[in-house]
């Protein structure tokens, strides 16, 4: 990152510049290439021209390759101006402007938007530079404080001209010092596959967590989670650790810092049941590390597969092969308390050639303990995230721990008096006690620290609770809706730049599929889950085509900045929550409390996996369909809405319509809301 004065930047020598960028990207990213000098070359070339002979720019500050640790890349130029900020992505040698293209651009001017302490008080302008393109008169964005605007097109000859009419609209607010934006706090919240990205290419969790003091426990708990680790390693002793937190609250991105950070040991796994998990992972770390060193995806891919695995794998292949030792000393449980219980687990596997005769924890502490020196055990527990009939909870963690007292163990205060049985850690004899190590601020919900609160009141039919935390938040980040066209067309107009919109729904969501929802994303597919959670639209794969639906299995661990929640049949309200399967042609209520309660913690998973905001769809339902009762529906949003959740206002026509992006871009077909 170079920050110059306008005027010392003119007055620069363009390749002391270039051999200055050139260093910096050999230290960070990926080694320099021709084509990335000759394309600094180019800019600073046009960008020098578009300054020259503006007196008033002088002072201005010019920042070079500003870096996004989001999402592990570098905006080309920043131009910070006393009244506004304008982000510039260059294009050298390029005709046309790509829907891509326009995409990236207003992505870093988004993330400023939400990420840069300095930009909260001050318009953020996007411009898109194709050198040798013909760009359409300039449709001016409203100019708004702390708003990112649409993108703004500009060619080599004309960037001169649209910088000289940004500033001439910028809106006469207060006064930013320009010599100290670059310099201000920038610290984004990334998402999971971000953080991942992020964390692989060897930053430290505290580069990438937010700047609220709240919000600070993160890194202490990453800290107490480290320390634990090499005390085990020092002291050769066996430590499990539990980190708790309630939905959204980081957990696996300390997980992942644990595996991927700047303090990570050597030979560390993430462990995890959730398969699209795996899936994703690997499929986002393997385009990163093959586009830096132009390997075969498939060959990083095979890499990857020691630092991520999937769980039942590891499980199994180390009860079968008993004398094996594990490679690794640490490994890192995620959603631990998906683990199966021990009736479960030999129930499950009894015909199987080499069952399981214990439950997954006891299975796992005894696989690690073959390690006789020393090892870790990292369990990242959500309370109220069983989604599925066997999974024991804390409880079959505490069963697995009292016959195996040489394993010492770290947690928050308080587990052995939690309400619920399943989260019990109980009759555990010298647990070392830490407050550090329960997460309770939501990072998740970048806007809405009261998301995770109201859930949980929602859900336990506390409506009076419910509408008090709606009330004393000012807004909650859900939206009501009964038309399923209406929930699309705001989704596609929220999700700006590369923000990613989904659809997600309960497996049990069977009679959806008369509302033309019939589509599930098959979550043991990698090819599958791959392009939804990564990919973009013009893609009809991808998740921001609003077309196929992600149950709890494909999305629990994982997250969507927009979400669309399908509401469905399998969970109505009567005097209060009633659960139902949906058998043949009818449905039918279930009666075991396992059941109910993984039915409720089904609905907890896809209210949680919004970072900004989850709009709420309920049919109307259909007369003549039994199965699709509209006074049921009915019941639903009425009850939502007492509970707080606003209706969903009407979608004013985007600025910058999908269609319009689509005709600059011969290959993208116009979007049809």
């Known amino acids: 990152m170079i920050p110059l004065r306008v005027g010392d930047f003119l007055a620069a020598d363009p390749q002391a510049l270039v051999a200055h960028l050139a260093r910096e990207d050999m230290q960070q990213f990926r080694g320099s290439e021709r084509t990335q000098i000759r394309a600094w070359e180019q800019s600073i070339t046009i960008l020098a021209s578009s300054l020259a002979d503006w007196p008033e720019a002088n002072d201005f500050q010019v920042i070079l390759e500003y870096p996004m640790l989001r999402l592990g890349k570098r905006i080309d130029c920043v131009l910070v101006t006393p009244n506004g900020i304008i982000v510039i992505e260059f294009k050298t040698d390029a005709a046309n402007f790509t829907a891509a293209d326009r995409q990236q651009a207003e992505d870093y001017a988004l993330d400023l938007q939400d990420f840069h302490s300095a930009c909260r008080k001050h318009p953020i302008l996007p411009i898109l530079v194709a050198t040798h393109g013909r760009p359409k008169p300039a449709v001016w964005p409203l100019l708004l404080p702390g708003v990112a605007g649409t993108v703004l097109e500009a060619s080599a000859a004309t960037l001169g001209d649209v910088l000289r009419g940004a500033l001439q609209r910028f809106p006469a607010t207060a006064s930013l010092n320009v010599a100290a934006w670059s310099t201000a706090a920038y610290r984004p919240v990334p998402g999971i596959v971000e953080a991942a990205r992020t964390l692989y290419l060897r930053h430290d969790v505290a580069d990438i967590v937010a700047t609220r003091a709240d919000v600070q426990n993160l890194t202490v708990t990453t800290d107490a989670i480290l320390a634990a680790i090499k005390a085990a390693e020092q002291d050769k002793h066996h430590a499990i650790i539990f980190v708790t937190g309630i939905p959204g609250a980081g957990k696996t991105l300390c997980g992942l810092n644990a595996v991927f950070g700047i303090d990570r040991h050597a030979g560390a796994t993430f462990l995890t049941g959730n398969p699209t998990l795996v899936l994703v992972l690997r499929e986002a770390l393997a385009r990163d590390a093959a586009k830096d060193v132009r390997a075969a995806i498939h060959d990083k891919k095979r890499q990857l597969k020691s630092p991520i695995q999937a769980l039942p794998h590891v499980r199994d292949y180390y009860v079968k092969e008993a004398g094996e030792l594990p490679a690794e000393h640490v490994v890192v449980i ?259 409390e396992e059941a109910i309660a993984n039915r409720l913690n089904t609905y907890r998973v896809l209210l949680t996996r919004a970072r900004y905001e989850t709009v709420i769809w309920v049919p109307q339902g259909d007369p003549a369909d039994r199965t699709r009762d509209p006074a049921e529906f009915d019941a639903i949003a009425d009850y939502l809405a007492l509970c707080g959740v606003p209706r969903l206002d009407p979608v004013p026509p985007s600025p910058a319509p999908i269609a319009e992006l689509a005709a600059s871009d011969p290959a993208t077909p116009p979007r049809l809301l």
């Not at 020393?374 to 990242?380: G, K, T």
């Not at 010492?408 to 109980?426: E, K, N, S, Y």
């Not at 609003?546 to 494909?554: K, N, R, S």
């Open 334 to 592: 995620d959603e631990a308390q998906r683990c199966w219980s021990a009736d479960y687990a030999r129930q499950a596997t009894r015909t199987r050639q080499t069952p399981l005769t214990d439950s997954e924890p006891g299975h796992i502490l005894d696989i690690m303990a073959r390690h006789r020196d020393w090892a870790a055990i990292l369990c990242l527990v959500g309370g109220g995230q069983e989604i599925h009939t066997g999974e024991g909870g804390l409880a079959e963690w505490a069963s697995a721990l009292r016959r195996r007292p040489m394993w010492r163990v770290h947690a928050a205060p308080g587990l052995a008096d939690v309400a619920d049985p399943r989260q019990r850690l109980a009759s555990l004899p010298h647990i070392r006690e830490s407050s550090s190590l329960h997460l309770h601020v939501p990072v998740r919900n970048l806007r809405h620290s009261a998301a995770a609160a109201w859930v949980d009141a929602m859900l336990r039919s506390d409506a009076a609770t419910a509408r008090q935390i709606a009330a004393q938040s000012g807004t909650l980040p859900f939206r009501l809706t009964r038309d399923l066209c209406a929930m699309r067309q705001h989704l596609r107009t929220a999700a700006r730049g590369l923000r990613r919109a989904g659809l997600v729904a309960s497996a049990g969501a069977k009679r959806l599929r008369a509302d033309g929802l019939g589509v599930e994303l098959p979550h043991m597919d990698a090819a599958a889950v791959g392009h939804w959670f990564l990919d973009y639209w013009p893609d009809v794969r991808a998740s921001n085509a609003l077309e196929v639906v992600a149950t709890q299995f494909a999305c629990q661990g994982l997250e969507l900045d927009h979400v669309g929640l399908c509401w469905a049949g399998d969970l109505i309200r009567r005097s209060g929550w009633v659960v139902r399967n949906f058998a043949g042609k009818r449905w039918t209520i279930p009666t075991g």
